[in-house]
C-alpha cells in the first residue's frame, strides 16, 4: 500500500507536469509558427506588391494599361495567391475615370487603406482563419525613379491605389500542427522514458520502504523476526541494515530479558510466543510480586498476608474457589483461614479428616504441589461432592523452616483450566515471596504467645493481662455485653510445699490448671496471675451466672483427689469475683474488687465463692 501511495504521488507529479509541458510546448510552437508565417507571408506580399506596381507602371510608360487585365488574371493564377485585386483611389478615378470592374473598391479594409495609406495585413478568420490577406497602397511619389506626377495629377503622398493580395494559409495551418504534433510526441517520448527512467531509480525505494513498513508494524505488536532486504549500495540500502542492526539487537536485548525473567518465575520461555508482549507481561508480574512482598513485610500478622493472598487469587488471577490452609506442625492439626474468599469459613474443597491429621492432606505429607488438573484423583483427601461436580484443583504447599507451614488450594472447573496453568507460575511466586514473610510473622507470633504465657502451667500469664486488657473492656464496651472476673487462690497451698516439697506443689498447681477448662467456654480466659493465684475472666457472663460456674469449679477441686508422690491430696479454692460493668468500669478496678472479695474468702473461712460487694471496700478507697 505505502508503495503504491508514494509511487503514485511521485508518477502522477511526473505525469502531470509532462502534461502540462506538453500542451505549452504545442501550443507554444503553434503560436511561434502563425507569428513566423504571417511575417513570411508579410514580406512576400510586399514584394509581390511592388512588383504588380512596377508591372502597372511599366504598361502606363510602355502605353499597355489597357491590356492590364490579362496580366492581373495570370497573376491571380499564380498558385500560391488566391486572388490579385488592383484597386483605384479617388484621384485616379477622377482622372481616369472607373477602370476595370475588377479594380472598383471592393470592401471596408480597401477604404481604410487608400484613406489612410497605410498598409493592412492579416489573417482573416480567426488565431488560424481561412486566408492571408494584404492590401498595400501605391503612394505617390517624386522621389522614385519613375516619377508619379508626370502621368498623375494628384498631390504628392496621397494614394493612387491598392494592391490586395489574399493566399491560402492552409499550408502554415498544416506546417504549425505538424510542427506541434512533432514537439508534443517527442515530449511524450521524453515523459515516457522519464517515468521508466524514474520508477526504476524509485524502485528499490519503495521495495525497502515497503518492507520496512511491514516489519515496523510487526515490531510494534512484538514480533521482531522480519528483516528487510537491501536493494542497493546507497542510502537506501544503509537504511534497510541499519533497520535490520536495530531489529537484531532488540532482539537480542529482549530475548536476553524474556529468559532472565522467565528464570525469576521459575518458567520455560515459549520460542513461538511474542518475545515483547511475553517479556512485558512477565515483567510486570514481577512488579506486581515485589509491590506485594514489600506489602507483607510490613503486614502486621500472618492473617493479613493470607488476605493480601486472597485478593491476589479473586482480583487478579479470577480464581473464586480456593481454600487457604495452616498447619500446625506441633500437633498435625490444619485450620482452615480462608475458603472461597470468606475469613474462617467451613471447610468446603477437602475431607473434613484433614483438619484433624494434617497429613491426610497430600501436599502437607509430599512438600510439593498436588495437580489435580489433569487427574483429579490424585489426592484422596479431595471433597467427594466437588470431585463428582467435576472440580479440579491445584494445591501448592507454602514450605516454613523446612516444613508445611501453610496450603493453598486452587480449585476449577476444566474451562478454567488453560488460564491457571497460565498464570501457576506467578502464583507460585507470589507465594515463593510469601513464604519467608510467613515463617517470620509466625515466629514472632509464637515468640509472643510464648511471652504471654506460664510455662510450667501453659496459662495466659500476667503480660497478657496488662497488654489485653483494654481491648477486653473495649469488646464489652463495643458489644454492650458484661465480663466477670474471678480470682482463685489455693487454699493452705504452702502446706503442700511443706510437707510433699516444691516439686510436688508444682504439679499440684498443673493439676488444678488442667482442671478449669472442664467448666469454661471458648472465649473464656484463664490466667495464672502469680504463684498459686488465678483470674479467670468470664466474657459475656454477669455475676450471678459467674457466681455458679465458680461454684461448681470449686465443688470439682474439692472432690479431685491431686496426685502427689504416690499419694492422693484433696485440696480446695477459694474464689472471689467482680464484674463489669456492675461494679466497676475499669479492668484493675474490677479485678482489685475481685481480690477483694477473695480476701473476704478466705476471711470466711475459704472453699467458698464470694462476689463482691460496695462495702467491701470503703468508699473513699483507691484501688
Ligand atoms: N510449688 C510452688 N509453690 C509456689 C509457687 N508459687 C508460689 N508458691 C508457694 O505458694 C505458697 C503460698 O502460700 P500463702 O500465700 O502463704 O498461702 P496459702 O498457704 O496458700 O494459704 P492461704 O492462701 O492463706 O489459704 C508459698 O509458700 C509460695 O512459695 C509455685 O510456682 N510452685
Redesign the pocket.
Known amino acids: 500500500m505505502t508503495r503504491n501511495r508514494l509511487q503514485t504521488k511521485v508518477m502522477g507529479a511526473l505525469l502531470l507536469v509532462m502534461l502540462a509541458m506538453m500542451v505549452v510546448v504545442g501550443l507554444s510552437s503553434m503560436v511561434l509558427i502563425r507569428e513566423f508565417s504571417v511575417r513570411s507571408a508579410t514580406e512576400h506580399t510586399r514584394t509581390a506588391a511592388e512588383m504588380i506596381r512596377l508591372s502597372l507602371t511599366e504598361a502606363m510608360v510602355n502605353n499597355t494599361i489597357d491590356r492590364r487585365d490579362s496580366m492581373l488574371r495570370r497573376l491571380a493564377q499564380v498558385n500560391s495567391l488566391n486572388e490579385v485585386r488592383v484597386i483605384r483611389g479617388e484621384w485616379v478615378i477622377k482622372q481616369y475615370g472607373e477602370g476595370l470592374p475588377m479594380e472598383s473598391l471592393a470592401d471596408a479594409i480597401d477604404r481604410q487603406v487608400l484613406a489612410s495609406g497605410e498598409p493592412y495585413f492579416g489573417v482573416v478568420g480567426g488565431l488560424f482563419g481561412e486566408e492571408f490577406r494584404a492590401t498595400i497602397p501605391y503612394m505617390a511619389s517624386t522621389d522614385e525613379d519613375i516619377n508619379c506626377i508626370v502621368c498623375h495629377r494628384v498631390p504628392e503622398g496621397v494614394a493612387l491605389g491598392a494592391v490586395t493580395l489574399t493566399a491560402s494559409v492552409d499550408q502554415m495551418k498544416y506546417t504549425g500542427m505538424i510542427m506541434a504534433l512533432f514537439l508534443v510526441i517527442i515530449m511524450g517520448l521524453f515523459a515516457l522514458l522519464s517515468i521508466i527512467f524514474l520508477g526504476r531509480l524509485l524502485r528499490p525505494l519503495m521495495e525497502t520502504t515497503q518492507e520496512i513498513s511491514r516489519a515496523a508494524s510487526l515490531a510494534s505488536s512484538g514480533d521482531f523476526s522480519q528483516r528487510v532486504r537491501s536493494h542497493s549500495n546507497d542510502e537506501i540500502g544503509q537504511i534497510a541494515n541499519h533497520f535490520n542492526q536495530m531489529a537484531d539487537a532488540i532482539t537480542h536485548k529482549l530475548t536476553d530479558i524474556r529468559d532472565h525473567v522467565a528464570r525469576l518465575v521459575n518458567t520455560v520461555p515459549d520460542p513461538q510466543a511474542n518475545l515483547l508482549e511475553e517479556t512485558a507481561t512477565t515483567v510486570s508480574g514481577l512488579v506486581r510480586v515485589s509491590q506485594f512482598k514489600q506489602a507483607i513485610e510490613e503486614d502486621q500478622n500472618t492473617d493479613e498476608v493470607f488476605f493480601r493472598i486472597r485478593d491476589i487469587l479473586l482480583t487478579e488471577f479470577k480464581v473464586a474457589h480456593f481454600s487457604i490452609y495452616q498447619v500446625n506442625r506441633e500437633k498435625r492439626l490444619i485450620n482452615t483461614v480462608i475458603v472461597d474468599g470468606t475469613p474462617s469459613a467451613p471447610l468446603r474443597w477437602c475431607c473434613p479428616e484433614i483438619l484433624e491429621h494434617s497429613n491426610v492432606c497430600r501436599a502437607v505429607r509430599t512438600g510439593h504441589a498436588i495437580d489435580g488438573l489433569e487427574n483429579r484423583h490424585l489426592c484422596r483427601a479431595f471433597d467427594d461432592e466437588a470431585l463428582s461436580g467435576g472440580y479440579h484443583y491445584l494445591c501448592l504447599p507454602i514450605i516454613q523452616s523446612g516444613g508445611v507451614g501453610s496450603v493453598i488450594q486452587l480449585v476449577v472447573m476444566p474451562p478454567q483450566i488453560p488460564d491457571l496453568c497460565r498464570h501457576r507460575p506467578l502464583i507460585s511466586a507470589y507465594l515463593r515471596e510469601a513464604a519467608p514473610v510467613l515463617q517470620a510473622k509466625s515466629l514472632m507470633s509464637s515468640l509472643r504467645e510464648s511471652s504471654l504465657k506460664d510455662a510450667?502451667t501453659g496459662l495466659r500469664n500476667r503480660r497478657f493481662l496488662e497488654e489485653y486488657s483494654d481491648s477486653l473492656v473495649a469488646q464489652c464496651k463495643r458489644r454492650q455485653v458484661p465480663m466477670t472476673l474471678m480470682m482463685l487462690?489455693?487454699?493452705?497451698?504452702?502446706?503442700?510445699?511443706?510437707t510433699h516439697?516444691?516439686?510436688?506443689?508444682?504439679q499440684?498447681?498443673r493439676d488444678l490448671a488442667g482442671l478449669f477448662h472442664d467448666y469454661l467456654r471458648e472465649s473464656d480466659l484463664v490466667v495464672r496471675y502469680?504463684?498459686?493465684?488465678f483470674v479467670i475472666i468470664l466474657m459475656d457472663t454477669g455475676a450471678e451466672a459467674a457466681v455458679a460456674v465458680a461454684d461448681k469449679i470449686r465443688e470439682a477441686v474439692a472432690s479431685h483427689p491431686f496426685k502427689v508422690a504416690g499419694k492422693e491430696l484433696q485440696k480446695t479454692i477459694?474464689v472471689g469475683l467482680a464484674s463489669y460493668p456492675e461494679d466497676a468500669q475499669a479492668f484493675w478496678q474490677v479485678l482489685k474488687y475481685a481480690d477483694v472479695a477473695l480476701y473476704a474468702a478466705?476471711e470466711r473461712g475459704?472453699n467458698q465463692v464470694v462476689r463482691f460487694t460496695s462495702e467491701m471496700w470503703p468508699a473513699d478507697g483507691e484501688y
Open positions: 510450667m487462690d489455693m487454699d493452705y497451698f504452702k502446706t503442700v510445699n511443706d516439697g516444691h516439686d510436688a506443689g508444682d499440684v498447681l502469680g504463684g498459686e493465684e477459694s478466705k475459704r
